[in-house]
């Protein structure tokens, strides 16, 4: 569960191991354009099976192991002394869920003083607004291991068409708008996600570039909305490609690697020349090496010439303590030359 050498798992302990962790996050803590990040990344910060997530005053711990039940009470107390927070949300993994209903614990269960909470919370990234749901949203309410790779993303969006599969809530969309792209079309198979790209975008229209950027929305599977905006000849100037993890299990790695290659054949002769494709992995079971090898390979089944721009990860709250610990790749590369007769495409 957790490297304890020995001491005992009071309150003493999870509060020191907490404080520990958000020591490593000081520079998020005394960030003002920032309110929500991952206070404890489980076994990378020696707390294994435990997440922590802050969204400003109110804190969500995901449990990922039935051991850690027992503890709750301790955690939730030893949390309070270390970040003042007006509610814990307690989720649970789904394997632990059953065991913890049978404790009287529910999914997504708030502990808070304040009768009145609304778990739907607004919080700041890069000093841009979203809004996340502490109980029904993905992982803990956000995807708040790409906050870097939305940074990169709005520093090189100035007169850029970008297009945005798998946008989630709108994370790559609107801090592409805030960095001046011309247009934003995001791609989701979820309804729900594209209403909340929708309000993210409005909750940021205050801004004159977010506010001039033209927006589209495409709710539809992945693959087949590149393949139509490829058969229509549509180009964009910057393609962000950022799935949900392909390989839960070992035995779906090489299906995983299948799709990355496929997103990439597809994604690529998509990008206008000189422009820039974002791919990103977040399959822990899929390495840094057979990531890029799926890149090559669409590259070259497209056709398309892919220089490397950047190679980069997770954000800063999400250290790495462990090979496996590495789950999140992002390659962006320039395209040069998307005019090539494809080979050979599936
Ligand atoms: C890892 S999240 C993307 C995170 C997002 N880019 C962000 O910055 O917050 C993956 C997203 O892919 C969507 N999704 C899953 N399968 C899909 C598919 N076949 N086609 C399109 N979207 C899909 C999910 O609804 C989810 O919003």
Not at 121 to 150: C, I, M, S
Not at 196 to 207: F, H, M, Q, S
């Amino acid at each position: 569960m957790h490297r304890s050498q020995g001491e005992p798992l009071d309150e003493a302990f999870w509060s020191r191991r907490i404080a520990q962790a958000l020591k490593v996050r000081s520079a998020l803590v005394s960030d003002e354009r920032t309110s929500a990040y991952r206070v404890v990344n489980g076994e990378n910060d020696g707390l294994g099976s435990l997440v922590i997530d802050r969204y400003g005053d109110q804190v969500v711990m995901k449990i990922y192991s039935e051991a850690l039940i027992a503890h709750l009470p301790s955690i939730v107390t030893a949390l309070g002394s270390v970040i003042r927070n007006r509610a814990v949300v307690l989720r649970f993994a789904r394997r632990v869920a059953p065991a913890a209903e049978r404790l009287g614990l529910g999914n997504g269960m708030i502990i808070s003083e304040h009768s009145d909470l609304d778990p739907v919370v607004e919080y700041l990234e890069n000093g841009l607004k979203f809004e996340a749901d502490l109980v029904h949203g993905p992982k803990t309410g956000a995807f708040l291991d790409q906050r870097e790779n939305r940074a990169l993303v709005r520093r090189i969006s100035k007169s850029r068409a970008v297009l945005d599969v798998f946008s989630s809530s709108g994370g790559f969309t609107v801090h592409a708008a805030a960095g001046g792209a011309v247009s934003v079309h995001s791609v989701d198979i979820s309804p729900h996600a594209i209403d909340a790209v929708k309000a993210n975008i409005d909750r940021n229209r205050e801004l004159p570039t977010v506010s001039t950027c033209r927006f589209s929305y495409q709710c539809d599977d992945a693959f087949a909305a590149l393949d139509g905006l490829n058969q229509r000849r549509k180009r964009f100037d910057l393609v962000v490609v950022d799935p949900p993890s392909f390989a839960q299990k070992q035995r779906n790695v090489g299906a995983a690697l299948a799709a990355y290659e496929r997103l990439v054949e597809l994604a690529a002769p998509l990008v206008n020349p000189g422009g820039l494709l974002m791919q990103a992995s977040c399959s822990s079971r899929v390495t840094v090496g057979e990531f890029h090898a799926a890149i090559d390979q669409g590259l070259d089944r497209a056709g398309v010439i892919g220089e490397l721009y950047c190679d980069t990860a997770h954000a800063l709250d999400h250290p790495v303590g462990f090979p496996e610990g590495a789950y999140l790749k992002a390659r962006t590369l320039i395209i040069r030359d998307p005019a090539r007769p494809r080979k050979g495409a599936r």
